[in-house]
């Protein structure tokens, strides 16, 4: 006899599990613990087979006999449910997994174990706030290029034009990873390669003349934050490396005897040499008494596990009354290092360039060598911190063949 929904409601469970069948091979199974299971007993290439078709109540008595009824529908077409079911929940994985969001966290999680946690987090943030509300559910596949131009044109809209740039390149990254994973078969956003205008050039804040540079240096002893946060404001235009780079410094990158600073730039992925004047050794071995037991030189302020906030140095010059905006910025050190050591002390371009950590080429093709002109940077960065000693003091700097006297 067909089932009811009233018999359907009303059966017990008991010690063992039991089943009411309703016709067509189709049971409703109790469980011992009262959960009621809709099963369909069926035969395909001469084996017995069974197929779920749902949980009462969830399935009701009428949906589960239309699932039958498809099922049996596929059986006479000669096509086995069982394989149609695991299909489609192959297909449904591979739609959650294949969604544009779920596609570019698997790219974050992979690279994120050869980039800077700062730059992993700033990725994220511009997906999550920029991309992911508009092309997250999306299939990654069916994401085209007008879809990702709206994205990033609403971005441009707010002023933003470099942060545009920056996502369509991350947009970019996420369909060469998908790629890669068998997962998408082209990357529309290369596509839009100069759909939004180039971002106008802005030059990070530098004071270039000795001068006020000497103001500067001498308004640094007025500072009343923490003691790393002043080396690190010593320490800046010293070595005028990138501001991220002196705070994520090391003290195992670190040989004081040999006067020297190794790490490994994440701008260009190459290996940098920093020599170390004098100055820069002593200070850094009174820094060390501090925080010389721990992983980072400039430790933050919250956890000594995490580096110095990247907001330090510029939260301590506006300390001093300078406007990181117009007058000079933590980048900006190297910015006045490049000019004076050019101008006044007459230092060749190619060596600065090299201490900058910029990729020069050179006759043998290579971007960057770490020691390259080793022995001039030597001399250029100790006449370097000399001249900034003397700037301080209030001596007449002369420029004469080079050397400050």
């Known amino acids: 006899m067909p089932l009811t929904d009233i018999a359907v409601r009303s059966a017990a469970p008991r010690e063992r599990a039991y089943r009411l069948t309703d016709g067509g091979g189709m049971y409703l199974e109790i469980a011992p613990s009262g959960g009621k299971y809709w099963r369909l007993k069926y035969r395909f290439g001469g084996r017995e087979r069974r197929l779920a078709l749902g949980v009462y109540p969830d399935v009701s008595l009428a949906a589960a006999r239309r699932k039958r009824s498809a099922a049996r529908e596929q059986l006479a077409a000669g096509i ?10 192959r297909a449904a994985r591979l739609n959650a997994n294949n969604s544009f969001e ?9 690279r994120k174990s050869v980039v800077q946690i700062g730059q992993h987090e700033k990725t994220l943030a511009r997906l999550q706030n920029d991309v992911f509300p508009w092309l997250g559910k999306r299939p990654i596949t069916e994401v085209d290029a007008p879809e990702i ?22 947009i970019s990254r996420v369909f060469r990873y998908a790629i890669k994973e068998g997962k998408a078969k082209s990357d529309p956003a290369k596509d839009l390669i100069g759909a939004i205008p180039p971002p106008i050039e802005k030059h990070f804040a530098a004071l270039t003349e000795p001068a006020k540079v000497a103001e500067m240096l001498r308004a640094f002893d007025g500072f009343s934050g923490t003691f790393p946060v002043l080396c690190a404001l010593k320490l800046a235009p010293m070595l005028f490396v990138r501001p991220g780079e002196l705070r994520r410094a090391e003290w195992t990158q670190f040989d004081l005897d040999k006067g020297e600073w190794r790490y490994l730039v994440t701008k260009t992925r190459t290996q940098h040499l920093v020599p170390l004047a004098t100055q820069a050794v002593a200070l850094l071995r009174e820094l060390q008494a501090l925080t010389g037991k721990g992983r980072f030189v400039f430790p933050g302020a919250r956890s000594t596990l995490r580096p110095m906030s990247e907001a330090a140095i510029n939260a301590a010059l506006r300390r001093l009354g300078y406007d990181t905006r117009t007058e000079i910025t933590g980048h900006g050190f190297r910015a006045m290092a490049r000019t004076i050591l050019h101008e006044e002390l007459e230092q060749k371009p190619e060596v600065i360039e090299h201490q900058l950590a910029h990729a020069v080429p050179d006759n043998l093709g290579s971007a960057y060598n770490r020691t390259k002109f080793i022995r001039e940077r030597r001399v250029m960065m100790q006449l370097w911190a000399d001249y900034l000693d003397k700037l301080k003091a209030g001596a007449k700097i002369i420029r004469i063949g080079g050397v400050a006297g």
């Open 149 to 170: 131009l709206v994205v990033l044109k609403r971005i441009d809209s707010r002023g933003a034009r470099y942060s545009a740039h920056r996502v369509r390149s991350e």
């Open 102 to 110: 779920g596609v570019a966290r698997d790219w974050l999680e992979e």
């Open 80 to 89: 086995d449910p069982s394989d149609v079911k695991k299909a489609d929940k």
